[in-house]
């Protein structure tokens, strides 16, 4: 077969391209992947403050998403953040941290993949958007906004020790609140699994 100076794909006789049924290392990962076979994305938002009181409920609600093959996703930066991942890392768990800032650098060691997103607090909305869930875990103005964010893109979200909406200044929808990380994310997972 003759290859054309322009493609690495093999050409027929005819000059036509054709492309190999199977790889010759046996059958592709990817050829049997569908959308729903696809590991969720999971969210965890909360305070940054690196000497957190929650550090214990982030590192278990990081290893709980581990344990249920999802990937979680954070700003990558301390605190609850920090914890969730070290949580995660500690369970074999991926873990995706969208920074606020132009350095990679700056994500604390357990994030896997550090997403420079120079957008300061607007990757709040990447985060919202991006996610199959989300985690509220304690946390200030900032959660507040990715709460916010996440429930009006439809995203289950629930929330441990974080923001209580007065009833009467709030419409639809309603933040759950969890007592435990176990309980958050059976929550979560059995919403996320209706959704596509």
């Not at 020790?161 to 059995?190: C, I, K, M, V």
């Amino acid at each position: 077969m003759a290859r054309s100076p322009r493609s690495s794909r093999p050409r027929s006789a005819s000059g036509t391209s054709s492309k190999r049924a199977s790889s010759p290392y046996g059958q592709s990962r990817y050829s049997s992947y569908s959308l729903s076979s696809r590991r969720r994305l999971v969210a965890v938002c909360g305070e940054s403050d690196p000497r957190t009181s929650l550090a214990g409920l982030a590192f278990e609600l990081g290893r709980g998403i581990a344990e249920r093959d999802a990937v979680l996703i954070c700003g990558g930066l301390t605190g609850v953040m920090e914890h969730a991942a070290r949580g995660a890392r500690s369970g074999g768990g991926l873990t995706i941290g969208l920074l606020p800032g132009d350095d990679p650098n700056d994500a604390n060691e357990y994030i896997d993949i550090a997403i420079a997103t120079s957008l300061g607090h607007g990757r709040n909305a990447v985060l919202a958007k991006t996610a199959d869930g989300v985690v509220a875990l304690g946390g200030g103005l900032g959660t507040l906004s990715e709460i916010a964010l996440a429930l009006r893109n439809g995203r289950p979200t629930i929330g441990i020790r974080t923001w209580r909406f007065d009833r009467d200044a709030r419409t639809e929808p309603e933040l759950p609140l969890a007592a435990s990380p176990n309980e958050a994310l059976d929550w979560l997972f059995a919403r996320m699994a209706r959704a596509p």
